[in-house]
């Protein structure tokens, strides 16, 4: 590469990374959709899972205490939790109501069923605002 090419590469690329017009942020219509159709997907089986008794062993759903995510408030998370004793994030309740009404094994984090109840809960909260450690 001649000089002149190397300071002009060297000279554009920190301008447009720099200035706002990279393009990395850009995402077409397309990719967007895409998205927005597999995030309602997920949200479709965090659904299916609230009210399934089949997390847990004594026939309780997460519906049943909590219809439509109802009080459960995952804008308010992490915030300190009576049950637990200690700041925790949403999922540590989810996994609170799992093993003790439900009677059902706790959920590893990245289980794509805790991803999928998280998503629910959040959907159906959309728009309020976060309040992290609120009551």
């Known amino acids: ?3 002149s090419l190397r300071l002009l590469a060297f000279t554009l690329v920190p301008l447009i ?3 706002g017009t990279t393009l990395a942020d ?10 927005q159709k597999e995030y309602m997907s ?5 659904r299916a899972l609230w009210v399934s008794p089949k997390l847990g062993t004594n026939g309780v759903s997460c519906a049943q205490c909590h219809p439509n995510g109802a ?3 995952p804008e308010t998370y992490p915030k300190f939790q009576q049950q637990l004793g200690r700041v925790i994030p949403l999922r540590d309740m989810i996994n609170w109501c799992i093993l003790n009404p439900l009677e059902g094994e ?3 984090p990245y289980d794509p069923r805790m991803v999928a109840m998280e998503a629910y809960l959040a959907h159906e909260r959309k728009g309020v605002p976060m309040a992290p450690g609120k009551h």
């Open 26 to 35: 850009d995402f077409t219509q397309k990719d967007q959709d895409r998205w």
């Open 1 to 3: 590469m001649s000089i």
């Open 71 to 73: 009080n459960t408030h």
């Open 106 to 108: 706790e959920l590893n």
């Open 42 to 46: 997920v949200v479709e089986k965090g």
């Open 17 to 19: 990374l720099f200035t």
